[in-house]
């Protein structure tokens, strides 16, 4: 599961019922502090299920990609949701399948990697473009 705040809502969803990934979902859900409540707010399109990904929400725009599927695969998909048109943008796909790696944002940039390796990649929200950063070298230790 995935979770992030927008405009003092919470919102979650998109995740796996178990570490299994046997059941996988598409669907965002909203809490609104004020009324204690949940509701549904939209689903991922096109896809079997997201679980295991990472989220960013940079200004008004929520990204989202590493699915993994029921299957246990690790993808490489990559969406944008815009809050102001409430509308879902397919991305150029990740560079790497990057399920449960690290994630992080400095400005209008994120950056992934992990997941079985050590690369890690830079996501340019102005130019919507990926970049490779140097390899991190591994230190052994005795």
Known sequence: MNAFVYNNELY???GASDRTVSSVYTDIRKY???FSSWSYFTEIPNIEGFAG????LIN???YIGGEVNSMGMKLNIFYA???NTKKWNVLDNSPARISEGASFSIGKDFYVGGSGDLNFYKYDTTNESWS???PMKVITRD
């Open 12 to 14: 979650c969803g998109f």
């Open 81 to 83: 949701f815009n809050f």
């Open 53 to 56: 990904g990472y989220t960013f």
């Open 60 to 62: 008004d725009v929520l």
């Open 32 to 34: 609104d502090f004020s």
């Open 132 to 134: 490779f950063l140097s």
